[in-house]
């Protein structure tokens, strides 16, 4: 059988006046991958991560989503293929967890349900099993401002869960995490993608923790893909190469 | 503050708006004829009988149940207004603050709004009062109205300021969820905003009682209407019974603000915080007020509507805009040299009143503050201290308690009518105002710096000038120019009590249905606030 392509990226450039974030890069990945995006900071893994999800449109080149164009999706079609989580900040603190948890299901919820749903909650057990995956049950009604940064991170996964995208994205998930807890982390979100065969291409500062969780690994570099290969063949000078500075005097 | 060497760009800058407000000032003095033709014949009686009366109110029942009456009036009318002008302010400022439009398409319509909010604050509430009344009548739905625009536009503006500053990481986030704008405004931008929107409306509410006192002026019920009736037939007596009602009523709004800004989760019974107290006291009072009124006045929306109103309404708009007159005000050359000389006598008055404020709340910062008190607690140097400190906390309070429209109809019984007892009004109140803020910056400063100087060694004057000055004084030029913004904008206040200025020459047009020449007054008023502001802002920036 031949594998899906879930992502295509055709001659991809971004830039930000002078700064070439990303360069005519190609990139295909199939369906079900785990993806490891590496490479020192500035070299175009957010760039490049944001304009997966859609968030930023490309300068130049076609990026295809389960063989569609991206910008032929509507709001409510891209939330349904590609969804992202990064650093904590994503929550609203001032709103209750089950209500955070809940608004993954924005995009297919009309607005009389949303506002009716924050006076008394809709699909509450979505939200519970959610939680429950994420190891947080307890934390339904809490205040999100309330939570730790770990729990926080559970529950922007809580949500994430709740939207189901096809493609998950993370961008730094775990950066203001201590290492246990970034460990946990990272295998939670490898755990619930696995189980729901989506795809997962995630940006990661750990070395170890993309060779321990992902399948495949993704060296960047000045804003282009200098790295491609199965984790298994990563080798210490393919790492030395990657991370080198180029101009030590600066 | 200073540096040696070669002088930057700043320090240019900086000495250029030195020399600027140096000469302003030395200019503004000139609009006071400085002689003895100042003072008023009797202005010597009437201060010692003022006096006494300060000391000795009337407090016979029937004066007290009168003033009871009036604080529940101005209460009403302050907790109308300020709900009417929630409303607004919350409509307008989602508009203008962008956050419903995601394309380009309704630029012109923030922008229009943001506009639109900017016209309503910078009329006076006591002039969108006159006007409202002049095309209105004498109805309580005028004061309602003449509060709840300015109120509107200045927390129009402030609510959008804090949509726009809500975080944006969770509003990208829920975007690629796919949620609407309108989603996302209930799901990000109003959890965020509430809580410091209903904190700031309570903050306001101090303000809008006195706005309210000051509106009963133009005869509407209150007590600002009671003090101008006592002050009227020269009994100081009665009228200082009214003021006294009025300083209680804003002290008590005041700590009970900080109460709630200070400890907001404080419970004061079981499941009952200082917070939802508020909340539910402030709902429950505002729909007591609108029954009342409702009750008392025969208010109903319509009644702004019928045929007769309607009528006077077009020919006041009409008058406004010149129709019928022979040569409006606007076109003729002459009305125009006097409005200048009107508007720069105003903004002269602006500039002395700030000064005075200024300079004695920059003098009585220190020793109206905790910090003072705190350094030398022990002796009698200790005990003068601490009753200089609560000495000036109780000045500060009577003096800003009282508007400045109360202030200068005193101050033109004792000085002849003109720009002083205007500058004088403007200027104590103002300085009760400074003199609370400028003593706050003093005790919430960095303690950090003041110990290392000390350590080493500096005295006390040392410090002060080493530590203390550098520390607070930009801050206290801040809020001076920020004042001065609001001086200018009742400088016209002021003048309608005979205390000089544009607003003395809008209220003799007003007596006198001069309706074109109030169109040429209000340009000129618009126009001198634009200024100040623009120049205020320009000095703030290279504090």
Not at chain 1, 100 to 127: E, Q, Y
Not at chain 2, 216 to 227: D, M, N, Q, R, T
Request: charged share 15%; aromatic share 10%; net charge positive.
């Amino acid at each position: 059988m031949i594998p899906t392509r879930t992502i295509q990226l055709d001659n991809i450039s971004k830039s930000y006046g002078d700064t070439h974030a990303l360069t005519s890069t190609n990139l295909i990945i199939h369906k079900g991958e785990r993806v490891a995006l590496i490479g020192p900071s500035g070299a175009g893994k957010s760039t490049l991560l944001s304009i997966l999800s859609g968030a930023i449109q490309s300068d130049t080149g076609l990026y295809s989503l389960n063989n569609e164009n991206i910008l032929s999706l509507s709001t409510k079609q891209r939330a349904e293929s590609v969804g992202i989580i990064r650093q904590q900040f994503d929550l609203v603190g001032p709103l209750k967890v089950v209500h955070n948890v809940l608004s993954g299901h924005l995009g297919r919820w009309g607005l009389i349900k949303s506002l009716l749903s924050l006076i008394h909650p809709f699909a509450l057990n979505d939200a519970r099993e959610a939680l429950a995956r994420v190891g947080i049950e307890n934390k339904l009604f809490e205040l999100t401002s309330n939570l730790s940064g770990g729990e926080q991170q559970r529950v922007a996964l809580a949500r994430l869960f709740v939207q189901h995208p096809k493609v998950v994205l993370a961008d730094e998930p775990v950066a203001s995490l201590d290492p246990a807890r970034a460990d946990q982390i990272i295998k939670l979100l490898v755990e619930l993608t696995h189980e729901g065969e989506q795809t997962l291409v995630a940006s990661l500062h750990s070395i170890e923790l993309a060779k321990k969780y992902f399948s495949r690994i993704i060296g960047i570099k000045d804003g282009a893909i200098c790295l491609d290969k199965p984790s298994v063949q990563l080798s210490e000078k393919d790492l030395q190469l990657l991370y080198r500075l180029e101009h030590p005097h600066v | 503050m200073f540096s040696n060497g070669p002088l930057t760009q700043q320090d240019k800058t900086r000495a250029l708006n030195m020399s600027l407000s140096l000469l302003l000032i030395l200019w503004g003095f000139s609009s006071v004829q400085w002689n003895s033709n100042l003072i008023h014949a009797g202005g010597a009686h009437t201060a010692d009988q003022l006096i006494k009366a300060l000391l000795h109110p009337a407090l016979n029942k029937e004066i007290l149940t009168r003033a009871f009456k009036a604080v529940g009036i101005t209460l009403s009318y302050a907790l109308t207004g300020m709900s009417l002008s929630l409303l607004f302010a919350f409509i307008l400022g989602l508009i203008a603050s962008g956050v419903l439009f995601e394309n380009n398409r309704f630029k012109l319509l923030v922008k229009g709004t943001r506009h639109l909010l900017l016209f309503m604050r910078s009329i006076h509430e006591l002039v969108w009062a006159w006007l409202f009344v002049a095309a209105f009548g004498l109805h309580p739905l005028s004061a309602i109205l003449a509060l709840a625009i300015p109120y509107g536009g200045t927390l129009g503006r402030i609510f959008s300021n804090m949509l726009q500053d809500v975080p944006k990481a969770p509003t990208n986030a829920l975007s690629l969820v796919g949620a609407s704008p309108l989603q996302k405004l209930f799901y990000v931008y109003l959890p965020y905003a509430i809580p410091n929107m209903v904190s700031y409306a309570m903050y306001r509410f101090e303000c809008a009682v006195r706005a309210s006192t000051v509106m009963s002026f133009v005869g509407l019920g209150g007590l600002g209407y009671e003090i101008q009736l006592s002050l009227n037939d020269l009994e100081y007596t009665e009228a200082f019974t009214y003021l006294y009602a009025l300083i209680l009523l804003i002290l008590c709004i005041e700590l009970w603000s900080n109460k709630l800004r200070l400890s907001p989760s404080l419970k004061l019974h079981k499941h009952w915080s200082i917070q939802r107290i508020s909340i539910f006291g402030a709902a429950l009072a505002t729909a007591l007020a609108w029954l009342y009124i409702h009750i008392t006045e025969g208010v109903h929306l319509t009644d702004l509507f019928n045929e007769k109103n309607l009528k006077y309404t077009f020919k006041f708009l009409s008058g406004l805009l010149g129709v019928g007159d022979q040569t409006p005000a606007f076109l003729s050359w002459q009305a125009w040299h006097k409005a200048l000389v009107l508007s720069l006598e105003t903004l002269q008055m602006s500039i002395l009143a700030i000064l005075f404020a200024g300079l004695l709340a920059l003098f009585f910062a220190l020793p109206g503050s905790k910090y003072k008190m705190n350094q030398n607690s022990q002796g009698r140097r200790g005990k003068l201290n601490f009753l200089l400190y609560y000495l000036l906390r109780g000045v500060f309070i009577f003096s800003r308690a009282i508007p400045e429209l109360v202030w200068a109809m005193m101050f033109v019984f004792l000085f002849k009518p003109g720009p002083l007892p205007g500058i004088l009004a403007l200027g104590v109140h103002n300085f009760g105002i400074l003199g609370k803020l400028c003593a706050e910056v003093v005790e919430n400063m960095d303690q950090a710096p003041l110990e290392a100087l000390k350590t080493s060694g500096a005295s006390a004057p040392q410090t002060l000038f080493y530590g203390i000055l550098p520390l607070t004084l930009p801050k206290f030029i801040t809020y001076i120019l920020y004042r001065w913004e609001v001086i200018i904008r009742t400088s016209i206040i002021v003048g309608f009590v005979g205390a000089g200025g544009l607003g003395q020459a809008f209220k003799l047009s007003m007596s006198w249905f001069k309706y074109s020449e109030i169109t040429l007054y209000l340009i000129c008023y618009l126009v001198l606030i634009g200024g100040v502001d623009k120049f205020s802002n320009m000095l703030r920036k290279n504090i």
